[in-house]
């Protein structure tokens, strides 16, 4: 079992089937995710606040993507451990990565396709908290979106529309999965005109 990476809630890993193993952090984990993330100046006596509020998060997330008639192979197809808090999914290709490898007229129905995607998920008052595009959502093998991080959803009308309002979607740590400033551009334009009213 190969170690794909790790975020701040998960680790992740290639089962070697097509599928992959999610796995919640311990603490350590966690910490030693933040601490680096987070550098210069790492807020440490705030990790173990941090901790416990992914930790909500994510059970939250994964039963709204259990309770919700969406198709399931939005989420990845998840199939969930007993513990309520480990699942698998459906091996994608991260947006991040294809950022790298595709053209402009690709990165640009790739974009195409996110806000499609993230406009269902709204119309079924589903977002990921801050449409994270390069690290939350991938290409399954059909080459449509699927959402592989399924541990930040956000479902309170009060607060998507507060992200929605804030533009999260314009932040550093979401547009800079773009390799240019116009694919950069087109992301921040196609989302303003979809989700600004």
Same mark, same amino acid.
């Given at each position: 079992?190969?170690?794909?990476?790790?975020? +701040?809630?998960?680790?992740?890993?290639?089962?070697?089937?097509?599928?992959?193993?999610?796995?919640?952090?311990?603490?350590?984990?966690?910490?030693?995710?933040?601490?680096?993330?987070?550098?210069?100046? &790492?807020? %440490?006596? !705030?990790? &173990?606040?941090?901790?416990? /509020? /992914?930790?909500?998060?994510?059970?939250?997330?994964? !039963?709204?993507?259990?309770?919700?008639?969406?198709? !399931?192979?939005? *989420?990845?197809?998840?199939? *969930?451990? /007993?513990?309520? $808090?480990?699942?698998?999914?459906?091996?994608?290709? &991260?947006?991040?990565?294809?950022?790298?490898?595709?053209?402009?007229?690709?990165?640009?129905?790739?974009? =195409? !396709?996110? #806000?499609?995607?993230?406009?269902?998920?709204?119309?079924?008052?589903? %977002?990921?908290?801050?449409?994270? %595009?390069?690290? =939350?959502?991938?290409?399954?093998?059909?080459?449509? %979106?699927?959402?592989?991080? $399924?541990?930040?959803? +956000?479902?309170?009308?009060?607060? $998507?529309?507060?992200?929605? $309002?804030?533009?999260?979607?314009?932040?550093?740590? #979401?547009?800079? #999965?773009?390799?240019?400033?116009?694919?950069?551009?087109?992301?921040?334009?196609?989302?303003?005109?979809?989700?600004?009213?």
């Amino acid at each position: 079992m190969d170690k794909l990476g790790r975020g +701040w809630q998960y680790t992740a890993y290639d089962l070697g089937n097509g599928r992959v193993l999610k796995r919640r952090n311990t603490k350590l984990q966690a910490y030693r995710v933040m601490f680096k993330s987070l550098l210069p100046f &790492p807020p %440490i006596w !705030k990790f &173990p606040k941090f901790y416990r /509020a /992914a930790q909500s998060e994510a059970v939250g997330s994964l !039963k709204k993507v259990q309770q919700t008639s969406l198709p !399931k192979e939005l *989420f990845g197809n998840p199939t *969930f451990s /007993a513990n309520g $808090i480990d699942y698998e999914q459906d091996k994608v290709l &991260p947006l991040q990565d294809f950022f790298k490898q595709c053209n402009l007229e690709e990165g640009k129905q790739a974009i =195409n !396709k996110f #806000v499609e995607f993230n406009k269902l998920l709204l119309a079924h008052n589903f %977002i990921d908290k801050s449409f994270a %595009i390069g690290k =939350n959502f991938g290409f399954n093998e059909r080459e449509e %979106i699927a959402m592989c991080d $399924i541990g930040e959803i +956000w479902s309170s009308p009060e607060n $998507i529309q507060k992200q929605i $309002i804030n533009r999260v979607w314009t932040y550093n740590y #979401v547009v800079k #999965v773009f390799p240019n400033q116009e694919l950069k551009d087109y992301f921040i334009r196609e989302m303003d005109k979809a989700f600004l009213k």
